[in-house]
């Protein structure tokens, strides 16, 4: 595959006004949601959740790329259209979740490791052959009085790279996802230190494993206050510190960063996204690859009726897309 192949295909994920629906979550993941609104986490009700969101009337116009997990990749519409085919009929990229979940690092308590690697270029090959353009793998790093470690951060990042470097070998676009998570009680500052170790660590492991990085994209989580520190940092606070640690750390050949939302309200997600966009131009665009920050609202709706209310789950899912894709531009209004 070549790099400008590649890099189309990352430019084309971050164009302007648009970003990507995140709606890998794993079986067991999925079924966390359904849980919580009442839906039995059948394989025909993925099914037609993941139709409902990705049949919305227009989301081509807001939506780039879509992030699907493997039994999804393979799933069709009730009417025997091929997810793959509707996603690209309506201009957007087909992705893939790739990792295979998080695992606990050994000697490191608390702490975990993204696994996946082992067969990776298989399943790559497949992925693309099925219509899969870029794929995912989110590393975690948790934050508490003892963690991250320096061997936790290493060992993620070096993940990372493998898992890149074999997604440029297969064709597709590597969307590398450090995710720095929200829960703890540490302030915004001690996020921002972790942020910045990340990142680093993550770059420097992409250059040592001759990643292109014309051809890749960074999602990336805000820099926030710890969910239980009972601090509270402004939009723009948390804009200002995003901004600052993603200009220290991540090169300006990268074609883009999308953010995730991480348990974000949907408004937050949104204004700290428009924020950043306001204060620009910057090196990057900044877009958005939110999950649960695109899908929630829809998600409550559908599940009061999985029949009747597809209609207006969707409404819901095209709002979202179109603030989110507002914010990419820095024109959201709240
Ligand atoms: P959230 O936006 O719900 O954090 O999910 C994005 C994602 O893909 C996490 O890997």
Known sequence: MSIEQLAETAQAMVAAGKGIIAIDESNATIKKRFDGVGVECTEENRRAYREMLLSTPNLGEHISGAILFDETLRQSTKAGVPFTKLMTDNGIIPGIKVDKGTHA???????VVTEGLDGLRARLEEYYKLGARFAKWRAVINISDDAPSGTCIEANAHALARYAALCQEQGLVPMVEPEVIMDGNHDIDTCFEVTEVTLRSLFGSLYEHNVMLEGTI?????????????????????????????????????????????????????????????????????????????QSAALKLWAQDIVANVGKAQETVFARARDNGLAALGQWKA
């Open 105 to 111: 690092l050994a000697g490191f308590p608390g702490e």
């Open 218 to 294: 960074l999602k990336a989580s805000m820099v926030l206050p710890g969910t239980t520190s009972g601090d509270k940092a402004s939009i723009e606070e948390v804009a200002a510190a995003t901004l600052q640690v993603l200009k220290s750390t991540v090169p300006a050949t990268l074609p883009g960063i999308v953010f995730l939302s991480g348990g974000q309200s949907d408004q937050d997600a949104t204004a700290h996204l428009d924020a950043m966009n306001k204060a620009g131009p910057h090196p990057w665009p900044l877009s958005f690859s939110y999950g649960r920050a695109m």
